[in-house]
């Protein structure tokens, strides 16, 4: 089953901006640095093209004059009748939710909200002054998933340390994650029991 996530999400996204979700992804997800052993499964290329396929169809675009590329960074990206399109992939065992952007770039992160982490995580992971920006309540996984999608829009990965990342939240489903390089708005909600974050833009 998919589901067009504009339609569900609790804020607005940028023009152009579009994300489809769809469960029960065969996936494989490997061991990481939430020190978590992987699962079985299989990541499937097609599955992804699927779901492109028909978020492009949603929004009135012949997905035939779509392609899925990648850059040397392993950054997905798309061309569009030539032109560039920003796109972020992001799956678990449970969910796999495509995002694409006309106008510009994007990054997606989705974990299941009750995911057992590591007990130090946290500790890992966060920016030593961020504690002053930050209600403790915030759950360490919406925590990763809002750092991972910011490094996924700027394409580094975890080549960039999250606790390098600084976190502000703006409100309720929207925060700032200031990795050293300038500011990106990242809008971050709850969906079928899974955290999804979506790195909008820079600001």
Request: glycine share 8%; net charge positive.
């Amino acid at each position: 089953m998919e589901w067009y996530i504009n339609e569900h999400a609790p804020v607005p996204f940028p023009e152009g901006c579009f994300l489809m979700a769809a469960d029960q992804v065969p996936v494989l997800v490997s061991a990481n640095a939430r020190g978590e052993s992987g699962a079985p499964g299989l990541q499937s290329r097609a599955v992804v093209n699927v779901v492109m396929e028909k978020l492009l169809t949603r929004r009135g675009v012949d997905p035939r004059y779509f392609q899925l590329k990648k850059q040397k960074s392993g950054k997905p990206y798309g061309l569009l009748n030539g032109h560039y399109v920003g796109i972020s992939i992001s799956h678990c065992t449970s969910l796999l939710v495509c995002a694409l952007h006309t106008k510009g770039e994007t990054g997606i992160d989705v974990e299941p909200c009750g995911r057992p982490l590591h007990p130090r995580l946290r500790e890992r992971i966060s920016h030593p002054d961020e504690h002053r920006d930050l209600p403790e309540e915030l759950s360490s996984i919406r925590i990763w998933t809002i750092k991972e999608a910011a490094l996924k829009y700027l394409g580094t990965g975890l080549r960039h340390a999250m606790s390098r990342i600084r976190l502000k939240r703006v409100d309720e489903h929207l925060f700032r994650a200031d990795p050293g390089s300038g500011p990106v708005t990242v809008a971050s909600f709850a969906f079928r029991d899974h955290w999804i974050a979506v790195a909008l833009k820079q600001e």
